[in-house]
């Protein structure tokens, strides 16, 4: 069976793109984010992930208002990105595991999820940026990815409790995949931040730390409130938390706990609060 050997998340700004791109890591602005990764960097060098399921969100580039799936699995054999107007770099195609995104898709199907399939897939810099930041000295990240959009952008959106759900179901998949590949499940966005209305530049330290804590201590905390709760306390984009939220509920597996590798959290970072956070899976 697959091994299914912890969690990523991080912050995906567009401004990050930028930064990597212009050499930016050690300016004053942009180091207490930068230097977040290196350890886990480290950790990845020890463990060689094969296969990533990166949990993200859409922003338009493959989906847009008029047609809005709340969950949809990418089942190709590549992805591409393309220019989405921030200046940041068009990476090369990223490789897909059609493999484990059909055995994804169908456990979903059969665990009554109803998703969005597909087999040719876009995907932006919600799913690119982790993975260049993440393995920085590769100009493609050397892992197959499988890609599953959650809704963050039109309401209504998945309640906390659904994605929850659907981010057990797929950790029971990975369990139940018969291969012999390592595989990492990754979680991109967030975390508290508005970038409209009134109440932009809205930042929430106190609620994000203690979503971070509960990540290792007690997943299912954040499945108490409902959208317009997360809205209030984390921004209209802040509910980006969701996909955090997703990726530590795949590593459940039947209450087998977590153990912190490292984590990071900076503000603001271009009116973010920022996080980045590896988890690994005990046995």
């Known amino acids: 069976m697959a091994t299914l050997l912890g969690g990523l998340a991080t912050s995906h700004i ?53 047609k809005m799936p709340t969950f949809a699995v990418g089942a190709a ?26 055995q ?17 897939m876009l995907v932006d810099h919600a ?10 000295t590769h100009e493609v990240a050397p892992v197959q990815i499988v890609p599953i959009d959650i809704n963050t952008v039109q309401f209504p959106l998945p309640t906390a409790r659904r994605v929850y759900q659907l981010g057990r179901a797929v950790g029971e998949a990975i369990a139940a995949w018969e291969s012999d590949k390592r595989v990492l499940v990754m979680a991109t966005g967030g975390l508290s931040h508005q970038l409209e209305g009134e109440r932009a530049g809205f930042i929430n330290k106190a609620f994000d730390q203690q979503f971070l804590e509960s990540m290792v201590s007690n997943p299912e905390w954040a499945t108490q409130f409902s959208d317009l709760e997360l809205v209030e306390r984390a921004g209209t984009q802040g509910v980006e938390l969701l996909m ?40």
């Open 244 to 283: 955090w939220l997703a990726m530590r509920a795949a590593l459940t597996r039947g209450g087998a706990g977590v153990r912190k590798v490292h984590g990071n959290y900076h503000i603001p970072i271009s009116n973010t609060a920022t996080g980045v956070l590896a988890l690994e899976c005990l046995a």
């Open 127 to 136: 799913c690119s940026l982790p993975l260049k930041l993440f393995w920085p």
């Open 14 to 66: 567009p401004a990050i793109g930028n930064a990597i791109a212009k050499g930016w890591q050690q300016e004053p602005y942009w180091k207490p984010f930068f230097d977040g990764f290196p350890p886990i960097h480290r950790w990845l060098e020890q463990v060689r992930p094969e296969v990533v399921v990166v949990f993200y969100n859409d922003h338009g580039l493959n989906f847009f208002l008029d």
């Open 77 to 102: 054999a590549e992805y591409r990105n393309a220019d989405e107007g921030w200046g940041i770099p068009t990476l090369p195609p990223l490789a897909g595991c059609p493999e484990l995104s059909w």
């Open 104 to 120: 994804i898709i169908r456990h979903l199907v059969a665990s009554e999820f109803d998703i969005v399939t597909c087999q040719e």
